[in-house]
């Protein structure tokens, strides 16, 4: 048998795993979306293209070096 610290640690265990699964559905929807917007650049005319390139350049740029 354990002890009562390991039966509460058992239990904060076994209730976190709704959590858990809640940020991997939060993390497979974010991977989809990402590659969604992927293919989406992916089929754009050049000109679209540079413009996209162009403002994630000012993106970064604005951001701590």
């Not at 058992?10 to 993390?27: I, M, Q, T």
């Not at 979306?33 to 000012?58: F, N, Y």
Request: proline fraction near 3%; charge should be negative; aromatic fraction near 0%.
């Amino acid at each position: 048998m354990t002890d009562n610290d390991e039966l509460a640690r058992l239990l904060r265990e076994a209730r976190d795993e709704d959590a858990a699964v809640a940020d991997l559905e939060g993390c497979l929807q974010r991977l989809h979306r990402a590659r969604d917007a992927k293919s989406a650049l992916a089929t754009l005319p050049a000109e679209q293209l540079r413009t996209a390139l162009q403002m994630r350049r000012a993106d970064l740029g604005s951001g701590p070096a």
